[in-house]
């Protein structure tokens, strides 16, 4: 069964801060791997989706990367600002069934001015 | 721009009482998705559909009943609301299977009481 894990939970950093975010998956057989920003009382807004053949997806101030055979993925973010502050979720597809994401339980990130 | 909406977005309901949420996309996507999202457990799957007249079970779908009579609708019920059942529900859509982009509505907070 395809688990996803996020560490930490919370992060709080300076403005101007470059950061990084984990995500890890026990399952090394996956599609792809996507990343959300889910803002208080807001949906899920898609920011990156990195193939399995890939091993970087950029997007202005944000990079993720993905090493499919250590199971891990990073969401490094450059010049932290404080509209940076949301939760940050990573999701793969469930192994044998692509129908369907497996969330991590988020990073709730504050970028304090 | 509409993409994935949710209707309504809050609702206030008594122990046993029966309602719909509707999900309605505009994107021409075959697969959509109901979770469910609670403090410290993540993001859960309730039901999911691939096409236009199919539905599957997800993670969580006791208590809950789905339609996908249109491709572009999809209806989460609840027979007879549980306390359990306070949430935050959302709706989701992919064009193909998950391992292309997945797009969210803004959730409805539901409580029951």
């Known amino acids: 069964k395809q688990e996803v894990t996020q560490i930490p939970a919370a992060l709080s950093v300076p403005e101007g801060e470059n950061l990084v975010l984990n995500c890890s998956f026990t399952?090394?057989?996956?599609?792809?791997l996507q990343w959300f920003r889910q803002d208080p009382g807001k949906g899920l807004t898609s920011l990156l989706l990195?193939?399995?053949?890939?091993r970087e997806q950029t997007s202005g101030r944000l990079n993720a990367s993905l090493d499919k055979s250590s199971g891990r993925s990073t969401l490094y973010i450059a010049a932290s600002q404080p509209g940076d502050s949301a939760t940050y979720l990573c999701?793969?597809?469930?192994?044998?069934?692509?129908?369907?994401?497996?969330f991590g339980k988020g990073t709730k990130l504050t970028v304090n001015p | 721009n509409a993409g994935v909406t949710q209707t309504p977005k809050f609702r206030v309901l008594k122990t046993g009482q029966s309602m719909t949420l509707l999900c309605a996309q505009d994107?021409?996507?075959?697969?959509m998705y109901w979770y469910r999202q609670d403090p410290g457990m993540g993001l859960r799957l309730i039901h999911y559909?691939?096409?236009?007249?199919?539905?599957a079970k997800g993670e969580v779908p006791d208590g809950y009943n789905v339609s996908r009579l249109k491709k572009q609708n999809f209806l989460l019920g609840l027979e007879s609301a549980a306390p359990s059942q306070t949430s935050v529900y959302f709706c989701?859509?992919?064009?193909?299977?998950?391992?292309?982009?997945?797009?969210f509505g803004q959730g409805t907070r539901l409580t029951v009481v």
């Open positions: 989701a859509s992919s064009y193909q299977r998950a391992n292309t982009e997945a797009f």
């Open positions: 399952d090394s057989a996956i599609y792809n």
């Open positions: 990195i193939q399995s053949s890939q």
């Open positions: 999701a793969v597809p469930t192994q044998g069934g692509s129908e369907k994401l497996v």
């Open positions: 994107m021409n996507h075959e697969y």
């Open positions: 559909s691939v096409g236009e007249g199919t539905t």
